[in-house]
């Protein structure tokens, strides 16, 4: 025994075995490293697979204008405003980028931070204050949660999409009181699209505010990509849209957008932007120029759509259970953590990248997997993925 396992402070840690068996018996998952680019192929253990987990929905993070753009704002700024953007790190491109996003999502104005993660604990906990209120969909993405922890209001959860069950925990809040109802547009794991029309009565109905996590819906829904506010008609009923560059717009970071006021308060009081450093540039740069490029080239959204509905009529046909998915992330439900990451290897060995979902982030025996569609899979490739689906999933008796 080495000193260090007497320590009640670490003993979690050395008794947390599951990754170690996992390991032991071949089947871990997690932490693949990737020896290449993030396309429709990567290279894993010197070996082509296909790719079908990365968020990069439109293939923009390959996109020879946002390569070029992120490449000059190398040459420009450097690598690192070293500061955060309240003091020395806001630079030109940030701003030239706020004001892009904000037209984007028909927004009077935005401001970009170092994440999306960071991006909703800077608003939720700084816009909920003690006495408030909290209203969350259960399946929400982790970040929500974790700012709504930071905040001082009260949360409270409503069954995933159950708009009844919202509505119960809204009628015995006090009117008077703020009140956040927060939403993912797209669920980032179930792929089901947020009920936003209803969400919006129902928020006006008790004067609740509407805030939505754009992160997986930025250049997937809305006619140019703008997001589920804009797909649905309800930009001016949502008080506060956030988004995020790690996914469509092929770069990291993320932003808020809103009215005015909300905006400045938001950026003077976040913690989680005035505490830490700022957007490099070249990531600033990259984002700007899938925005424009997504605006411009509405080819990439076409073969998107394209793309998730060559597989998701094909995965139902073979029997597979999508979870009622709408969108490019297509769940398959496999049942026990042990399928899930059976799935994982087996399709890894057939030349498919999948990323498994286990429990606790679904509940036991409700594991599955996670498809991600972008535009940059052609049909044979889409077919090849089918192939290995079709064969894994009848060897470990998902489908018949
Ligand atoms: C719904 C949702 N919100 C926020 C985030 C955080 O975004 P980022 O990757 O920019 O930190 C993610 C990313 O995983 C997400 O899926």
Same mark, same amino acid.
């Given at each position: 025994?080495? $000193?260090?396992?007497?320590?009640?402070?670490?003993?979690?840690?050395?008794?947390?075995?599951?990754?170690?068996?996992?390991?032991?018996?071949?089947?871990?998952?997690?932490?693949?490293?990737?020896?290449?680019?993030?396309?429709?192929?990567?290279?894993?253990?010197?070996?082509?697979?296909?790719?079908?987990?990365?968020? *990069?929905?439109?293939?923009?993070?390959?996109?020879?204008?946002?390569?070029?753009?992120?490449?000059?704002?190398? #040459?420009?700024?450097?690598?690192?405003?070293?500061?955060?953007?309240? &003091?020395?790190?806001?630079?030109?491109?940030?701003?030239? =980028?706020?004001?892009? &996003?904000?037209?984007?999502?028909?927004? $009077? %104005?935005?401001?970009?931070?170092?994440?999306?993660?960071?991006?909703?604990?800077?608003?939720?906990?700084?816009?909920?204050?003690?006495?408030?209120?909290?209203? =969350?969909?259960?399946?929400?993405?982790?970040?929500?949660?974790?700012?709504?922890?930071? *905040?001082?209001?009260?949360?409270?959860?409503? %069954?995933?999409?159950?708009?009844?069950?919202?509505?119960?925990?809204?009628?015995?809040? $006090? $009117?008077?009181?703020?009140?956040?109802?927060?939403?993912?547009?797209?669920?980032?794991?179930?792929?089901?699209?947020?009920?936003?029309?209803?969400?919006?009565?129902?928020?006006?109905?008790?004067?609740?505010?509407?805030?939505?996590?754009?992160?997986?819906?930025?250049?997937?829904?809305?006619? %140019?990509?703008?997001?589920?506010?804009?797909?649905?008609?309800?930009?001016?009923?949502?008080?506060?849209?956030?988004?995020?560059?790690?996914?469509?717009?092929?770069?990291?970071?993320?932003?808020?957008?809103?009215?005015?006021?909300?905006?400045?308060?938001?950026?003077?009081?976040?913690?989680?932007?005035?505490?830490?450093?700022?957007?490099?540039?070249?990531?600033?740069?990259?984002?700007?120029?899938?925005?424009?490029?997504?605006?411009?080239?509405?080819?990439?959204? #076409?073969? &998107?759509?394209?793309?998730?509905?060559?597989?998701?009529?094909?995965? #139902?046909?073979?029997?597979? #259970?999508?979870?009622?998915?709408?969108?490019?992330?297509?769940?398959?439900?496999?049942?026990?953590?042990?399928?899930?990451?059976?799935?994982?290897?087996?399709?890894?060995? %057939?030349?498919?990248?999948?990323?498994?979902?286990? *429990?606790?982030?679904?509940?036991?025996?409700?594991?599955?997997?996670?498809?991600?569609?972008?535009?940059?899979?052609?049909?044979?490739?889409?077919?090849?993925?089918?192939?290995?689906?079709?064969?894994?999933?009848?060897?470990?008796?998902?489908?018949?």
């Amino acid at each position: 025994m080495t $000193p260090q396992k007497k320590h009640p402070l670490l003993e979690k840690a050395y008794q947390f075995n599951t990754v170690r068996e996992l390991r032991e018996n071949g089947t871990y998952p997690y932490f693949r490293p990737i020896e290449s680019g993030v396309g429709a192929e990567v290279t894993i253990q010197g070996k082509q697979v296909l790719m079908l987990g990365s968020n *990069s929905y439109l293939g923009l993070n390959h996109h020879p204008r946002v390569i070029e753009a992120a490449k000059r704002a190398l #040459d420009t700024y450097g690598t690192s405003c070293a500061g955060s953007r309240f &003091l020395n790190g806001t630079l030109d491109v940030h701003l030239e =980028l706020e004001e892009e &996003l904000a037209k984007l999502v028909k927004k $009077p %104005r935005a401001v970009v931070f170092s994440t999306g993660f960071l991006t909703n604990l800077g608003i939720i906990s700084s816009m909920v204050g003690r006495g408030e209120f909290i209203i =969350l969909d259960k399946l929400n993405h982790a970040s929500i949660i974790e700012g709504s922890r930071l *905040s001082f209001g009260k949360v409270l959860k409503y %069954r995933h999409l159950d708009l009844k069950h919202l509505e119960e925990r809204l009628f015995w809040l $006090p $009117p008077n009181k703020g009140k956040l109802i927060a939403v993912d547009g797209i669920f980032s794991m179930e792929g089901h699209l947020a009920p936003l029309p209803r969400i919006v009565e129902l928020a006006e109905k008790y004067n609740a505010t509407v805030m939505v996590d754009e992160a997986h819906a930025l250049g997937v829904m809305g006619p %140019r990509g703008e997001g589920t506010a804009v797909h649905f008609g309800v930009e001016d009923k949502v008080s506060m849209i956030m988004g995020t560059f790690s996914k469509s717009l092929g770069s990291i970071g993320g932003f808020v957008a809103a009215d005015d006021e909300v905006v400045d308060y938001i950026q003077h009081l976040s913690r989680s932007m005035i505490f830490s450093a700022s957007l490099p540039a070249p990531n600033a740069a990259a984002a700007l120029e899938a925005v424009r490029v997504m605006t411009e080239e509405p080819e990439h959204l #076409d073969r &998107l759509w394209h793309n998730t509905r060559r597989m998701k009529a094909a995965l #139902d046909d073979l029997g597979f #259970d999508t979870y009622g998915s709408e969108t490019p992330v297509i769940p398959i439900l496999v049942g026990e953590d042990e399928n899930a990451f059976m799935m994982t290897i087996k399709l890894q060995e %057939r030349g498919v990248f999948i990323n498994p979902v286990i *429990s606790p982030a679904v509940p036991q025996g409700g594991a599955l997997i996670r498809i991600s569609l972008t535009a940059a899979h052609s049909d044979e490739q889409i077919d090849r993925a089918l192939e290995a689906l079709e064969q894994t999933g009848r060897e470990l008796e998902i489908i018949n």
